[in-house]
């Protein structure tokens, strides 16, 4: 098998691809032979030794992919050889092969792309906890979605349009904006045009005719948390999701006295390990609305996984809608 190799956290430029032996999957775990894998944000910061969790050395990145199950370790009893499923391990999926733990693998209905299956769990799931379990959103609230465009910005953008809320769509580009339209946004905010604070805190005020939103889902941080802070509604709910700007915040605490809201933090992955059977009905009901045509995430572009490193310079551009997939 080939994989990209990390032997030194010091950042992309420093991964290998090569030839490795094909590992045998122990008790508890499965061999995949991986046709897609996704780039998420956080498999850049694990190469940079940036991520609150820390594989040991040396370790293949890619944290979310989807293939064919190659091999079976004892115990494992829900997966067979042959069957399509996604893993969400956390690392190894940028490779040819994968092992994982099968508790962290899913199998697939017959008619859920690969593609599709690897770009999919991470983005979903942590919108759906986002907006339904941490946010409680309700069907005719308003919900501000920063960094939109994005892997978890457009399954938010979806979720919250399902539920029945009005969406205000927050992007840096005109075709970014065009895009949010495209799944749902019913307002969409060019921040590159509406500069911080005053003209972007403006903005807000007229989409949401005063009132502000009433969840804003940020997983951005950086400069734009404070603004959109003080545009919040009354009892409003602000979702700290990530810090993909790069800076974390620092938010006054007056703000959310004096508006009477909540600043709520959402972190799928700590929530499915400690609730595990809340965190499997999520995906049970984000595949049923999957196979139901209701959500369908947006791909970037996919690009063989031998140019992993080029997509790495794409992802950092910012210049991404949706995911990129890398593909076998």
């Known amino acids: 098998m080939h994989a990209w190799i990390c032997e030194n956290p010091t950042g992309v430029d420093a991964l290998e691809w090569r030839e490795v032996p094909t590992p ?11 046709k897609a894998a996704s780039l998420n944000f956080p498999d850049l910061l694990i190469v940079e030794n940036k991520y609150q969790i820390k594989p040991p050395l040396p370790f293949v990145p890619g944290a979310e992919f989807a293939g064919v199950v190659a091999a079976v370790g004892e115990g494992v009893t829900h ?3 042959g069957d399509n499923v996604a893993s969400r391990s956390g690392t190894g999926g940028f490779g040819t092969h994968a092992v994982a733990d099968a508790s962290l693998v899913m199998a697939l209905p017959p008619d859920f792309s690969h593609v599709d299956a690897s770009a999919f769990f991470f983005t ?12 409680q959103l309700k069907a005719g609230e308003t919900v501000l979605v920063l960094g939109a465009a994005g ?28 895009v949010c339209k495209s799944i749902g946004a019913d307002v969409t905010i060019n921040y590159s045009k509406a500069t911080l604070p005053d003209a972007f805190r403006e903005a807000i005020k007229e989409a949401t005719d005063g009132k502000g939103p009433d969840i804003i889902y940020d997983p951005v941080g950086g400069d734009f948390a404070e603004p959109a802070f003080r545009s919040i509604g009354w009892r409003g709910r602000y979702l700290v999701v990530g810090f993909a700007s790069g800076p974390i915040p620092k938010l006054p605490l007056n703000l959310p006295l004096l508006k009477g809201a909540s600043i709520v933090g959402v972190i799928w992955g700590f929530f499915a390990r400690r609730e595990p059977e809340a965190g499997l009905a999520d995906m049970r ?8 045509g209701k959500i369908k995430p947006v791909i970037d572009s996919t690009r063989p996984m031998s140019e992993l490193k080029a997509a790495y310079a794409h992802m950092a551009s910012r210049g991404v809608k949706g995911k990129v997939v890398m593909v076998n």
């Open 79 to 81: 997966l067979k050889v």
């Open 285 to 292: 009901e984000l595949v049923q609305w999957y196979t139901e």
């Open 151 to 178: 892997g978890v910005g457009t399954a938010a953008v979806e979720i919250a349009k399902l539920k029945g809320a009005k969406v205000i769509a927050a992007a840096s580009s005109d075709e970014k904006c065009a």
């Open 24 to 34: 045998s999957p122990k008790k508890g775990e499965v061999l995949i032979e991986v």
């Open 124 to 135: 979903y799931a942590t919108s759906h906890h986002a907006l339904i379990d941490r946010g």
